[in-house]
């Protein structure tokens, strides 16, 4: 089987081709897919897409007329691919459910301290011989009211570090689980008064029509003045202008992203010598107490080694005729 791997990065080639040990012909391309690109996977029978490219129907038609039946998406979240209509095309779908919780809750921890202990600018004053502590105090995270929203697997794992720590936790969700409760002290309350409660509030939630900003001017208002967000889920569950706003008034005391939501065709790329476009992030970029990574909360080499593992699973499983695991439908 040919397989067309869009938007591949160096660090990962190297995964996938010891996963692949072989097996599939795998044709590596730089290019996200797109409606421009989207004619590099002809001659292939299956594609493998990451986060930021496009799995619209259009695409996906222009897919199925080139003889595509599969599409290993190499993340858990599937928000870029119309799961809907590739399941009317026939074609076959998969992602990664689970590749390195650790990753991204290990990362939304080290969000967290950086903000609050303000370790990048303390790095910069003493590497500009300035040792004043002036500017620098933060605070104990033992006793603070962490909310977090979608405690899943990575939640959880960001439950069970912040209890550690000494956190009060709450947290929302669909249905409560009863093993956060018991083990971490985990409470289960109402978004609203989850933004009303919490000093720091960290985002886990999947993007959809029920979740895109559920973080906007709204709620922030509703939110602890100083209140601390963080944000390593999706880019889109957060009204960017909003919590400029936000910033901007004081109501917000601290942001940290890993994620945007209009970061494709942005993040994963090197812009260092381009003429920034995007005025909005450009304005995000200028306050010093807005913390922004360009989407690595999974970039892990354990991370890279079970994706790499996981979308070589599902391709050779269907080039052998066999069903895979962590098939996407919907129904």
Same mark, same amino acid.
């Given at each position: 089987?040919?397989?067309? #791997? ?12 010891k ?9 590596f391309?730089?290019?996200?897919l ?14 493998? *897409?990451?986060?930021?490219?496009? +799995? ?7 897919l ?6 599969? #599409?290993?998406i190499?993340?858990? +979240? ?11 095309l026939?074609?076959?779908?998969g992602?990664?459910?689970e ?7 290990e990362h ?11 370790i990048?600018?303390?790095?910069k ?28 697997? #990575? ?23 009863q093993?956060?409760i ?11 008064e ?35 967000? *963080?944000?390593t889920g ?15 008034? +004081?109501?917000?005391?601290?942001l940290?992203l890993d994620?945007?939501?209009k970061e494709k065709?942005l993040?994963?790329?090197?812009h260092?010598?381009s003429i ?5 992030f ?15 909360a999974f970039?892990?080499s354990?991370a ?10 599902h ?17």
């Amino acid at each position: 089987m040919k397989v067309a #791997i869009y938007s591949t990065r160096g660090y990962e080639r190297t995964y996938l081709e010891k996963s692949n040990n072989g097996q599939l012909d795998l044709l590596f391309l730089e290019e996200a897919l797109s409606s421009d690109t989207v004619s590099l996977a002809e001659g292939c029978e299956a594609v493998s *897409i990451f986060t930021n490219d496009d +799995g619209s129907a259009p695409i996906l038609e222009k897919l199925s007329k080139l003889g595509v039946k599969y #599409i290993a998406i190499r993340a858990a +979240g599937y928000d870029q691919t119309d799961i809907s209509k590739a399941n009317e095309l026939g074609i076959r779908v998969g992602n990664v459910p689970e590749y390195s919780p650790y990753s991204i809750a290990e990362h939304t921890i080290a969000m967290i301290q950086a903000l609050n202990r303000k370790i990048v600018l303390a790095d910069k004053k003493v590497k500009a011989y300035n040792f004043s502590l002036n500017d620098l105090i933060g605070y104990d995270l033992n006793g603070k009211t962490v909310g977090i929203v979608g405690l899943g697997k #990575i939640g959880g794992i960001v439950a069970r570090i912040l209890n550690a720590f000494g956190c009060r936790l709450l947290g929302y969700d669909i249905e409560p689980n009863q093993e956060f409760i018991e083990k971490y002290g985990v409470s289960y309350v109402g978004l609203d008064e989850l933004c009303e409660q919490s000093d720091i509030i960290s985002l886990h939630a999947p993007l959809n029509e029920h979740t895109k900003y559920m973080i906007d001017k709204n709620r922030i208002a509703r939110m602890k003045k100083g209140v601390m967000i *963080i944000n390593t889920g999706r880019g889109g569950l957060i009204n960017t202008q909003d919590a400029i706003d936000g910033l901007k008034s +004081g109501q917000i005391g601290y942001l940290g992203l890993d994620v945007y939501e209009k970061e494709k065709g942005l993040f994963f790329y090197d812009h260092s010598d381009s003429i920034p476009q995007d005025d909005v992030f450009a304005r995000l970029l200028s306050f010093k107490n807005v913390l922004i990574t360009g989407h690595q909360a999974f970039l892990t080499s354990n991370a890279l080694e079970n994706i790499a593992d996981m979308t070589i699973y599902h391709l050779s499983s269907w080039s052998k005729g066999q069903k895979s695991k962590h098939e996407l439908t919907d129904f």
